[in-house]
């Protein structure tokens, strides 16, 4: 993917286990929802299964923006995807976003 490019995400690639944290519709309108699902193995082998959904995670400890599109309605949601070391072995993946996105994960 070029620099600046942002990537587009068909929803119905993301893998299932997203669990709420914080935010959404029962929160004040100016937070974010906040999505968290923790995956086990080497960050390698995660990035290559999420590669292999058309998802381009971003490296190690860091973020990435992207957008996820709902081919259903054709609408799109500016998230920012982020990877942390959970513990030895676990990744903690986040999706973030100023969208309301308990549609599309919850």
Known sequence: MRSGDTQKIDVR?????????????NSCASAPTV????VSGTYQDIREDYAQRGIELPAQNSSVDAEIIDQRTET??????ESHEATQGKWKLKITSD???DELLG
């Open 99 to 101: 969208d309301d996105i």
């Open 35 to 38: 999505y968290e699902g923790v």
């Open 76 to 81: 799109s949601y500016k998230v920012q995807i």
């Open 13 to 25: 690639n993301l893998p299932e286990g997203w669990n709420k944290v914080e935010g959404g519709r």
